[in-house]
């Protein structure tokens, strides 16, 4: 029996977005969640997907949903955050179904000044709940990290009991990931906050267990946003699975893995990082930074090769006046901007492999 044998595809919430990571474990794979600022970069995503045979997550970030809506849209309280998130996810829905794969459709980190994005997302949720039966977006993330963990857990909470009548999935983050990502920076961060012990791993899940069972846990193991040289970042995944150990045993669980886990800062990690923490039961990483530059790649050397024909809208400048065709094909947004697309694809593809998610519907 194969995944699509148990989820459809398309956007899947609810129930089945469980189903999926429960079979993500048991199967031992992870599957990447892809930060997209535009209908082009959430395109090229299902497309990897589509070619690889694989489950998805698409995310917004706050600036990311901001520049989807247009930067010509004011944010001072996040109304362009709040419709570039809405008009992705309904892009995302139109379209995914017809890639052929399970999608999950989800926000990026929300802090505590964010918190008004997370509402105007949660109100479109309930909406389209109340008509459809389901929520708008599969899932989001709140991240109090940078609070006091007392205040982390009780506002998460808070939101969660909002988001359990929907079957909304919630993701949330206790320790700190270093780095900086869409204006958050956390470059100065006390090194050991980068490290969460397993006892505030529990007093997550004793919060929120009893809740429901739609939520997952983003715990620091020296995680760090970007790309560094090696050596400036210690990832310490084998942390992940005393975590599971420590909460297996204080709640007596016959399964292996009790936590639904989420690696963040994945971009420049190693691959035997990468398998160590899908082996302890991460089910989702985030890659932002390298497919961002994947996409910058195609286009780049697509310039750079027809930098002749780019330069003026008739005739090749390396062949002076002998040369007076038009140049309209070169450039064409559809086609630099293919370029972009491919390219980014690819590293998604790249990306399916190392979490070892491919063939896998």
Known sequence: MGLLDIVPSGVITGDNVKKLFDYAQEKGFAIPAINCTSSSTVN???????????????????????????????????????LGSIAGAYHVRAVAKHYGVP?????????????????????????????NGEPLFSSHMID??????????????????????????????????GGEEDGVNNESADKEALYTP??????????LS??????SIAAAFGNVHGVYKPGNVVLRPELLEQHQKFVKDKIGASSKFPLYLVFHGGSGSTEEEIKTAVGNGVVKMNVDTDTQYAYLA??????LENKNRLMTQVGDLSKGEEDDSPN????????????GEKTMSKRVQQANADLGNVNTL
């Not at 195609?298 to 310039?303: L, N, T, Y």
């Open 210 to 215: 009893p809740i429901a069972p739609y939520f």
């Open 328 to 339: 309209k094909k070169f450039y064409d947004p559809r086609n630099w901007i293919r370029h």
């Open 103 to 131: 999608v999950v459709l989800h926000s990026d980190h929300c802090a505590k000044e964010l918190l008004p994005w997370l509402d105007g997302m949660l109100d479109a949720d309930e909406k389209y709940f109340e008509e």
């Open 198 to 207: 397993s006892e505030d791993v529990y007093e997550v899940y004793q919060a």
């Open 144 to 177: 109090l990290s940078a609070d006091p963990k007392e205040e982390n857990i009780r506002i998460t909470k808070q939101y969660f009991e909002r988001c359990a009548p929907m079957k909304l999935w919630l993701e949330m983050e206790i320790g700190i990931t």
């Open 44 to 82: 090229a995503a299902l497309e990897a997907a589509r070619d690889q045979k694989t489950p998805l997550i698409i995310q917004f970030s706050n600036g990311g949903a901001a520049f989807y809506a247009g930067k010509g849209i004011s944010n001072k309280n996040q109304e362009a955050s709040v």
């Open 298 to 303: 195609g286009v780049r050397d697509f310039v």
